[in-house]
């Protein structure tokens, strides 16, 4: 993976990261209480390059 870009949805529960190399979008939730990042899913997107809301 080499991120690229990243944003916080606009609730900002969730962290997305455009992965240049490995051509997909990590998908991550936010624990409110601790700022701890859990895993969710990755989604395949061919050369993602910014993410916007």
């Not at 944003?7 to 936010?30: E, H, W, Y």
């Not at 601790?34 to 061919?46: A, E, I, Q, Y």
Request: aromatic share 10%; proline share 8%.
């Amino acid at each position: 993976m080499v991120p690229r870009n990243f944003t916080l949805d606009p609730s900002g529960k969730f962290l997305l990261v455009a992965n240049q190399k490995s051509q997909n979008i990590s998908v991550f939730s936010i624990n409110s209480s601790t700022g701890k990042l859990s895993f969710l899913n990755d989604v395949k997107v061919p050369r993602p390059v910014c993410l916007l809301f």
